[in-house]
């Protein structure tokens, strides 16, 4: 007998995520079967058809996304743009859309950044294309990478060091040690109130 699958084992045997099942059946290029209950599932003849090379799971993109700290590196972002349209050629990847962003490596909260993963999470994005992964994120890129691997989406990374100012390195490294110093002070400040506290306590006041 073959196997009964719900929407989410479903999913996770034909390797994508279950947004992405939900939206091919919204587009009509799967049909989910149903018990006599209503429940909704798959079978394994479900799980081959996807599968076979003759499926249709694409009409997704091909994304490129560039980043830079500062507004004041706009040449930067020119240089990697150029840089990145030579690899996809080399590579010959045809692009759907190309997103350039300034803002911080270390800030995950990028507007773009975040509608991107979101177009990710529902299976809309192919092959997300980077310079480097500084470029996607200072720190958590195995994180993004692997939410992106849920989605069904590869991530590759061109490994083009000269795209990756050491400026800006420097810059949110100084950013980290602001962000801790600040946290330093803000314990010392609650240390001495708390010792505070504790002396009034033992005074009976």
């Known amino acids: 007998m073959g196997g009964v699958y719900r929407i989410g084992g479903f999913a ?24 006599p209950s209503g429940q ?54 045809a692009v759907d859309e190309w997103v350039s962003e300034i803002g911080g490596g270390m800030n995950l909260r990028r507007k773009k950044l975040l509608a991107l993963m979101d177009a990710i999470d529902r299976g809309e994005v192919a092959t997300l294309v980077v310079a480097h992964k500084d470029r996607l994120a200072r720190f958590g890129f195995d994180l993004l990478e692997h939410l992106a691997a849920r989605g069904g989406c590869e991530i ?24 801790f110093s600040c946290r330093l002070y803000g314990l010392r400040h609650y240390e001495k109130e708390f010792k505070g506290a504790v002396l009034t306590a033992g005074d009976g006041r």
């Open 12 to 35: 996770t045997r034909i390797g994508r995520s279950v947004s992405t099942v939900r939206r091919w059946e919204a587009e009509g290029r799967i049909v989910a079967r149903r018990l």
């Open 40 to 93: 909704r599932y798959f079978d394994d003849s479900d799980v081959r058809r996807v599968l076979q090379p003759g499926f249709d799971a694409d009409r997704r993109r091909v994304v490129v996304y560039c980043r830079v700290s500062s507004p004041g590196q706009k040449g930067d972002l020119a240089s990697q743009v150029a840089a990145m349209q030579q690899f996809c050629l080399a590579r010959g990847l």
């Open 156 to 179: 590759v990374v061109a490994n083009q060091e000269a795209l990756s100012p050491q400026r800006e390195l420097a810059e949110d490294l100084l950013a980290i040690v602001g962000s």
